[in-house]
């Protein structure tokens, strides 16, 4: 369980999901009074029913029962177009509030992305995202309005049956009173540690058949695949054992359900028999008189149920809190600044970053400048900070102290987006996605012509490659681009960020998870291709790696050891100065 889903509660995630509701509040009432009506339409087809069969027992005129005829048809076709227009309404209520839910949960995880989303695991998320959104619908469906419907039809047809026989309305309404809150209390009990589970136990089953999925060849490589499906086995044997268990308490449920049912109709039963004897109750009423608790218990058969979904919503429901309310890496500013016109200069003093927990900084004093046609390069070992630095420029952290500034304004107080469209990424882990090539590209600029994809595919040199492609620009990728080598999905990364036309480009270890020879190649082209204008105007580069190769291109190489800068200078100058850069030079080449 998250921090977020312990300090706020099941409980008061509901009354959050109600109030995400309030806006189809009008469609949500509309579809309970048509639930109603369909409901009493039910009481009134089988009361009218039973009178006129009694009635036609006695062979009276045909014009005695025409009224009953015509009722009977009507309240048949009320109780079918009511139920009809009932579910209508109703879903189109609640996928709306889903598809709003739904929308809000994934701004927040973009918010979170890329650093926050590691405190969720992939396949977790999934399951919040999909199953525990879903269940959410339960509330409104399935648990509000029946409560809503079961009291107001119920109240009423008590009415009813005490207007025709007081002894037989106490006892349906005692009988019916048991059966909506005893009863829904004792299956809410039975299932409240079952159906809390749920959640968590698909959540789990999810992640581990995700993590199996996109971790196969690791694991076949590894030879961890069955240990990964025996944990995939438990995780679905433990949700099998839960559902059975929430079957068996559903069957109680019913079970009492019924019971309750069946006491109802002999009571009433009996006491209307006494009645007719005594005089006090006509005997064509007697029929109505046992019928009408078995079609009002339809009112309560749900309850059971109802209250087993309850508990489960409960836990899904605080499962997308906690992720609407897991904190941001970075703070957005409630009032923005504008971002300035084109040049643009980033720069950095003394910049210090510590992670949450971290025994010392990430980063610990950082200068730079990447003003325009500038080309810096960040080198270090793992751990030296590099990373960290890209998160910090880009937007991703916080820094903890100095200052960072564009074009003179701190980043503090500009838009997050609005930044991201002037200094753009070309990661070590480019997501293609599962689409043609001509769609990977436009997500860089959705308007770009053809002319412009088939050039900067000439840039990256992938031209060739696509031209050779059965369907050109419209060759699905594949999953993660499957029909792709590493080499080409990084070059494909690389043309995004040429076509959206960054002013200032920040290149993350452009060459990792490649081979030493295409990663110095792709090395080599990107210190090429990034020599060419954004808009007309010279681009800034900042390329964090820790290949050194090609460096001698660049203006200015800073190195960083345990989160400080510890050499700074031109390639050959560093060489010269026969310190760490030289050390990592000389291990490099051999």
Same mark, same amino acid.
Request: glycine share 10%.
């Given at each position: 369980m998250t921090p977020v889903e312990q300090d706020h509660g099941p409980q008061a995630s509901l009354l959050r999901t109600l109030a995400i509701a309030r806006p189809a509040a009008g469609r949500l009432a509309l579809a309970t009074l048509l639930g109603a009506g369909a409901a009493a339409a039910a009481i009134g087809l089988i009361a009218t029913s039973a009178w006129?069969?009694?009635?036609?027992?006695?062979?009276?005129?045909?014009?005695?029962?025409?009224?009953?005829?015509?009722?009977?048809?009507?309240?048949?076709?009320?109780?079918?177009?009511?139920?009809?227009a009932e579910r209508l309404v109703?879903?189109?209520?609640?996928?709306r509030v889903l598809s709003e839910l739904r929308v809000s949960l994934y701004t927040r995880l973009e918010r979170l992305a890329p650093l926050g989303l590691p405190a969720f695991r992939s396949g977790d998320l999934l399951a919040r995202l999909v199953h525990d959104v879903d269940a959410l619908q339960d509330l409104l469906l399935r648990v509000v309005g029946l409560f809503a419907i079961a009291l107001g039809v119920g109240a009423a047809t008590v009415l009813l049956v005490w207007s025709m026989l007081p002894a037989a309305g106490l006892i349906l309404l005692a009988a019916l009173m048991i059966a909506a809150t005893l009863v829904p209390w004792l299956t809410g009990w039975l299932a409240a540690r079952g159906e809390g589970r749920q959640a968590a136990a698909r959540a789990e089953l999810t992640a581990g058949v995700v993590d199996l999925i996109e971790g196969a060849p690791e694991l076949i490589v590894s030879g961890a695949v069955q240990e990964q499906l025996r944990r995939a086995h438990a995780a679905d044997s433990q949700l099998t054992r839960i559902a059975a268990a929430s079957a068996r308490t559903a069957g109680v449920g019913q079970g009492l359900t019924s019971l309750c049912a069946g006491l109802a109709m002999w009571g009433a039963l009996l006491v209307g028999?006494?009645?007719?004897?005594?005089?006090?109750?006509?005997?064509?009423?007697?029929?109505?008189?046992?019928?009408?608790?078995?079609?009002?218990?339809?009112?309560?058969?749900?309850?059971? =149920?109802?209250?087993? =979904?309850?508990q489960r919503v409960r836990r899904s429901a605080a499962r997308v809190f906690a992720v609407m309310d897991a904190p941001a890496p970075?703070?957005?500013?409630?009032?923005?600044r504008p971002?300035?016109?084109?040049?643009?200069?980033?720069?950095?003093?003394?910049?210090?970053? =510590?992670?949450?927990?971290?025994?010392?900084?990430?980063?610990?004093?950082?200068?730079?400048?990447?003003?325009?046609?500038?080309?810096?390069?960040?080198?270090?070992?793992?751990?030296a900070g590099k990373s960290t630095l890209a998160g910090v420029l880009l937007r991703f952290l916080p820094y903890d102290a100095g200052s960072v500034t564009l074009d003179g304004v701190e980043l503090a107080d500009l838009d997050g987006d609005a930044y991201r469209t002037v200094v753009g990424l070309v990661s070590q882990d480019t997501h293609i996605f599962d689409s043609t090539l001509r769609e990977n590209l436009r997500l860089a600029r959705r308007g770009a012509s053809e002319e412009e994809l088939r050039a900067v595919l000439a840039q990256v040199r992938l031209l060739d490659w696509t031209e050779r492609l059965p369907d050109g620009l419209d060759t699905e990728l594949?999953?993660?681009?499957?029909?792709?080598s590493g080499g080409q999905r990084q070059r494909l990364a690389i043309a995004r960020a040429l076509l959206a036309d960054f002013p200032l480009i920040v290149l993350d270890e452009p060459g990792e998870h490649l081979d030493v020879t295409t990663a110095d190649a792709i090395l080599g082209e990107l210190l090429?291709?990034?020599?060419?204008?954004?808009?007309?105007?010279?681009?800034? =580069?900042?390329l964090i790696t820790h290949r050194l190769a090609g460096l001698e291109e660049v203006d200015e190489v800073l190195v960083l050891d345990r989160g400080r800068m510890v050499e700074r200078g031109t390639h050959v100058e560093l060489l010269a100065r026969g310190g760490c850069y030289a050390s990592l030079w000389e291990r490099e080449s051999g």
């Open positions: 006129l069969i009694s009635r036609s027992a006695q062979h009276p005129r045909e014009s005695a029962v025409a009224i009953a005829i015509v009722g009977v048809q009507f309240f048949a076709l009320a109780r079918g177009l009511c139920r009809y109703g879903h189109d209520a609640a996928f028999v006494a009645a007719v004897h005594a005089g006090r109750l006509d005997g064509v009423l007697l029929a109505g008189l046992a019928l009408i608790p078995l079609v009002a218990f339809e009112l309560v058969t749900g309850l059971p =149920t109802a209250t087993q =979904t309850l970075v703070r957005e500013p409630v009032h923005s971002l300035s016109p084109a040049p643009h200069a980033l720069r950095l003093r003394d910049v210090h970053f =510590t992670y949450p927990g971290a025994a010392r900084p990430a980063l610990d004093g950082i200068d730079l400048d990447l003003a325009p046609g500038r080309r810096v390069a960040v080198v270090g070992q793992s751990g594949g999953e993660r681009g499957a029909r792709m090429v291709v990034t020599r060419a204008p954004a808009n007309g105007r010279a681009r800034a =580069t900042l």
